[in-house]
């Protein structure tokens, strides 16, 4: 018994310093997902054509946000490992890198939402009534053509967020989160409903309460990280040059190419999955949106905790410390599974309350409401998997993460919903059920990678 807690359990110093970490990330999730909740009942209060366009954008914007992710994250493994170092101007490069690596990112993808928005949607439109069909079409481009001035300083916050986050500055971020959520709350209240005199917009108004979040976002972290450039010593001299050394060039495209094209392909593979359910019609979209944003608001646990993994065990591996880090990892994984476990229970006890909030009909309510309850069930292998790839990834195995990941969405996860969406006559509720089943063979590949310490490595030290 000794042996498995010792193993297992940390003493309460090693939880202290999880919650230094992981405490801001999760507040700050926290506070932008309940956001979410509540724009997402906003909009529901128009209608479900509505909500279900703006759900159908959100899910292609969200390819955008994973893109800029993975691009981060690539560059990140490095940061984390060069500050545990101290090493200052490789964290400065790795920065340099993000910032022209987002930027070419973000050309791209305005280029694609202008030209190919519309029929991008009208994947997800397989409804035989023409004109909810029309009026969800028709509420997906009017907030997709304002959600795009929101991706600039979206790709900004990331650049200088991550980049603080992996010098040990969770707190900042944090704050100009809980601010822009609350901005966005403020305007989403006036600009949807037309509230206080100003113009009733809906959709589009919810949009423009999205874009000047951001924005005051954005403001926020980057005035506040030069003006203590004393503390964010990365910040010092970095838009002197943008000339980066071509070995640090070689090395984050070499292990942080595999994470991009891995979060391209993920984040893909998940819209392509809500057009494999959306076959079921407009009502599983709408149920679909509901059950998201509501399991979103749950998640942040595990992926606060997945993302305190990343930089602990980053700084860990990067100031030399392998045993050190493998016994961390353990026992942030085990408290990670164990959290979802307890939260996984309060999730599905109250899976029948949230749908009542949203102004939509009873057949929506009751499909969101077993979505809630399957996605419950499952959240303590997401995770496993999820602090498995955090590790794997932070120990430069990306390729071993492409194949773990975004390889598992397109050669399992996506057929098994293609067939069981187009060749059976199964409900919503069934197919998403074995949709989520086949995860676990994933966490069972993520055990034994683990177990095998095949990312355990120092991989600043000679940098």
Same mark, same amino acid.
């Given at each position: 018994?000794?042996?498995?807690?010792?193993?297992?359990?940390?003493?309460?110093?090693? $939880?202290?310093?999880?919650?230094?970490?992981?405490?801001?990330?999760?507040?700050?999730?926290?506070?932008?997902?309940?956001?979410? %909740?509540?724009?997402?009942?906003?909009?529901? +209060?128009?209608?479900?054509?509505?909500?279900?366009?703006?759900?159908?954008?959100?899910?292609?914007?969200?390819?955008?946000?994973?893109? *800029?992710?993975?691009?981060?994250?690539?560059?990140?493994?490095?940061?984390?490992?060069?500050?545990?170092?101290?090493?200052?101007?490789? #964290?400065?490069?790795?920065?340099?890198?993000?910032?022209?690596?987002?930027?070419?990112?973000?050309?791209?993808?305005?280029?694609?939402?202008?030209?190919?928005?519309?029929?991008?949607?009208?994947?997800?439109?397989?409804? =035989?009534?023409?004109?909810?069909?029309?009026?969800?079409?028709?509420?997906?481009?009017?907030?997709?053509?304002?959600?795009?001035?929101?991706?600039?300083?979206?790709?900004?916050? +990331?650049?200088?967020?991550?980049?603080?986050?992996?010098?040990?500055?969770?707190?900042?971020?944090?704050?100009?989160?809980?601010?822009?959520?609350?901005?966005?709350?403020?305007?989403?209240?006036?600009?949807?409903?037309?509230?206080?005199?100003?113009?009733?917009?809906?959709?589009?108004?919810?949009?423009?309460?999205?874009?000047?979040?951001?924005?005051?976002?954005?403001?926020?972290?980057?005035?506040?990280?030069?003006? @203590?450039?004393?503390?964010?010593?990365?910040?010092?001299?970095?838009?002197? =040059?943008?000339?980066?050394?071509?070995?640090?060039?070689?090395?984050?495209?070499?292990?942080?190419?595999?994470?991009? *094209?891995?979060?391209?392909?993920?984040?893909?593979?998940?819209?392509?999955? #809500?057009?494999? $359910?959306?076959?079921?019609?407009?009502?599983? #979209?709408?149920?679909? @949106?509901?059950?998201?944003?509501?399991?979103?608001?749950?998640?942040?646990?595990?992926?606060?905790?997945?993302?305190?993994?990343?930089?602990?065990?980053?700084? +860990? %591996?990067?100031?030399?410390?392998?045993?050190?880090?493998?016994?961390?990892?353990?026992?942030?994984?085990?408290?990670?599974?164990?959290?979802?476990?307890?939260?996984?229970?309060?999730?599905?006890?109250?899976?029948?309350?949230?749908?009542?909030?949203?102004?939509?009909?009873?057949?929506?309510?009751?499909?969101?409401?077993?979505?809630?309850?399957?996605?419950?069930?499952?959240?303590?292998?997401?995770?496993?998997?999820?602090?498995?790839?955090?590790?794997?990834?932070?120990?430069?195995? =990306?390729?071993?993460?492409?194949?773990?990941?975004?390889?598992?969405?397109?050669?399992?996860?996506?057929?098994?919903?293609?067939?069981?969406?187009?060749?059976?006559?199964?409900?919503?509720?069934?197919? $998403?059920?074995?949709?989520?089943? #086949?995860?676990?063979?994933?966490?069972?590949?993520?055990?034994?990678?683990?177990?095998?310490?095949?990312?355990?490595?120092?991989?600043?030290?000679?940098?």
């Amino acid at each position: 018994m000794y042996r498995w807690k010792e193993r297992f359990i940390g003493d309460k110093a090693f $939880y202290r310093m999880i919650l230094v970490i992981a405490f801001p990330i999760l507040i700050q999730n926290g506070i932008t997902n309940f956001v979410s %909740l509540l724009d997402n009942i906003m909009v529901g +209060q128009l209608g479900t054509e509505q909500m279900s366009g703006v759900a159908i954008v959100n899910q292609l914007l969200n390819v955008f946000n994973i893109c *800029i992710f993975g691009a981060v994250s690539g560059a990140s493994i490095f940061s984390a490992q060069f500050y545990g170092h101290g090493n200052h101007e490789g #964290v400065r490069n790795t920065f340099r890198f993000k910032l022209i690596c987002c930027a070419l990112i973000l050309l791209l993808w305005i280029v694609i939402f202008l030209t190919n928005g519309a029929a991008l949607i009208n994947l997800f439109l397989n409804d =035989t009534d023409a004109g909810n069909v029309l009026l969800t079409h028709a509420s997906g481009m009017e907030y997709l053509s304002v959600m795009l001035v929101g991706l600039l300083p979206y790709m900004v916050t +990331q650049v200088y967020a991550s980049t603080l986050r992996e010098t040990g500055q969770t707190v900042l971020p944090m704050l100009a989160g809980i601010a822009a959520v609350i901005i966005n709350l403020f305007f989403n209240y006036l600009l949807i409903f037309g509230n206080f005199g100003c113009p009733r917009l809906g959709v589009a108004g919810a949009a423009i309460a999205t874009v000047t979040s951001r924005f005051a976002e954005t403001a926020i972290v980057v005035i506040w990280t030069h003006r @203590n450039s004393e503390r964010n010593i990365f910040i010092q001299g970095a838009y002197r =040059t943008f000339r980066i050394p071509r070995a640090l060039i070689g090395q984050i495209l070499k292990k942080g190419t595999p994470l991009l *094209i891995n979060e391209t392909l993920w984040s893909a593979g998940q819209a392509m999955l #809500v057009q494999c $359910y959306s076959m079921r019609g407009l009502n599983a #979209v709408a149920a679909l @949106n509901i059950s998201t944003t509501v399991s979103n608001l749950f998640n942040i646990v595990y992926i606060a905790l997945g993302s305190a993994i990343s930089i602990v065990i980053g700084q +860990q %591996l990067g100031a030399g410390e392998l045993k050190k880090a493998v016994e961390t990892d353990r026992k942030m994984i085990f408290f990670s599974v164990m959290c979802c476990v307890v939260i996984g229970a309060l999730m599905f006890a109250a899976s029948p309350l949230f749908p009542q909030i949203y102004n939509t009909s009873e057949e929506v309510r009751s499909l969101a409401a077993g979505l809630i309850r399957i996605a419950a069930m499952f959240m303590p292998l997401y995770a496993f998997y999820h602090a498995s790839y955090f590790t794997l990834r932070t120990g430069g195995k =990306t390729m071993v993460t492409f194949l773990f990941d975004s390889c598992y969405v397109w050669v399992v996860n996506i057929p098994t919903a293609f067939l069981l969406s187009r060749f059976t006559g199964l409900p919503l509720l069934p197919v $998403y059920f074995i949709c989520q089943s #086949v995860e676990i063979v994933k966490a069972v590949l993520g055990f034994v990678l683990l177990k095998k310490g095949v990312w355990v490595h120092n991989m600043v030290e000679h940098m």
